[in-house]
């Protein structure tokens, strides 16, 4: 039985979608990937690409960059949501210059409706050196804070180090 | 029973500030809190401001951007300290070229002397990729030796990460 | 008794080259100190001199910077390895342009022949903001998929925090 809400947290390249696929991938429910990249160049289509290929074909992908509400609103109970990544939406939702507040509250209400059970991925961005860059600052706050409340909400947190998930939560236990 | 030294280790905008309050605030201790910020843009501002809210008027904050020997030897054992944080104190020293080593040592030593329970917040700023700055490299080895002694020193250890406290380290046990 | 391949990672000034030689320095077996540093600068040079004092004279030094298959090959049973670390060895693997995929296969397959117990030290780079610098994001995947491949081998997987080592991952448990 998969919680309602599930959190996984990493950094770059540690396995943390492959992980939330792991998660989902023997649910027996209809797997649905909820995309929130912006392909702006060959670096992200090659990511994407990659990603895509090694999920597989058994997986619906729906493009999803800035209103992940109405997806998730449309999802049934047989189905099993992968929503990769809460960092690209964010990414995409302050460069649109969308209010930041407002749209964290409709996204966690959404997760909150949702009838299937979702696995979200994040990026861990907080540890390293602080950023010279006054946006890249912002973002990691808005970051930190993103993921604070998603963790907050989740049945079950994971973090992710070179491919090895550690519960940091568990309200099934 | 409060331990001595609690020392709080976090990536930016990872809940280390609201966990540290959270561990002294039902102690029944008077609350004190060594505010190591130096207010140099409205960006601090903001952000010292939004701290100082969220605690409430039952903290009193004392500012000690450098010298924390003074107000640490000053504490009576009816007290419970926070002081917040390590990494805003060794920015300070490092700009101001005080003598590292010596200054590390100090602050140690104050806080072995300290007659009040202390928790000390510092950042995790090594896991990303090697800045380019020099002096940015510095601060992160700087960094990650005063973590270290802090660690080494402490009763007790946490890591935060989204909001998550996880203990790395409780000699009570 | 010691297990073939130990992976310790940590990030920047974490302690994680002190928690691996503290795993081998009483093992009883002739310590050999794999060094994978390019010393390019006297920053470089300090850290290695640092590293080499603390170590002492039971130690053999030998530094592989790009080569490490030919002296994983020549160990003996007698022997146990430090290799210090796969963050350098990458770095000058990218630099010199090797392929870096069939780099890596060797390096694993040389871990995987070598007759003595080895302990690989890597930085967590990853868990930082996004980095401007394109090569530093290629650095940041390829650092990634190495400490996934590295962990996914080893025996046993320690994360260094503050100079405080927690097990990720134990076969022998």
């Known amino acids: 039985m998969l919680p309602s809400l599930t959190f996984v947290l990493g950094g770059a390249a540690s396995g943390k979608s492959r992980t939330a696929e792991n ?16 392909i702006w160049d060959s670096e992200i289509q090659d990511k994407v690409d990659l990603h895509r290929a090694r999920r597989g074909p058994e997986w619906t992908t729906i493009n999803a960059p800035v ?5 998730l609103d449309q999802t049934t109970p047989d189905q099993a949501i992968l929503l990769d990544c809460a960092t690209m939406w964010l990414t995409n939702i302050m460069l649109d210059e969308h209010d930041l507040e407002a749209e964290q509250g409709a996204l966690l209400a ?14 861990e961005v907080g540890q390293g050196i602080v950023p010279e860059n006054v946006l890249a600052r912002r973002f990691r706050e808005a970051q930190g804070r993103l993921n604070i409340s998603l963790a ?22």
Chains 1, 2, 3 share one sequence.
Request: net charge positive; proline share 5%; glycine share 6%.
């Open 110 to 123: 959404a997760l909150a409706r949702c009838r299937a059970p979702v696995v979200i991925v994040s990026n």
């Open 67 to 71: 209103d992940l509400g109405t997806p």
């Open 23 to 38: 998660i989902l991938v023997n649910s027996g429910l209809k797997l649905v990937y909820l995309a929130t990249a912006r």
């Open 152 to 173: 907050q909400q989740a049945d079950h947190v994971l973090h992710v180090v070179a491919g090895l998930p550690r519960s940091l939560k568990d309200t099934r236990t």
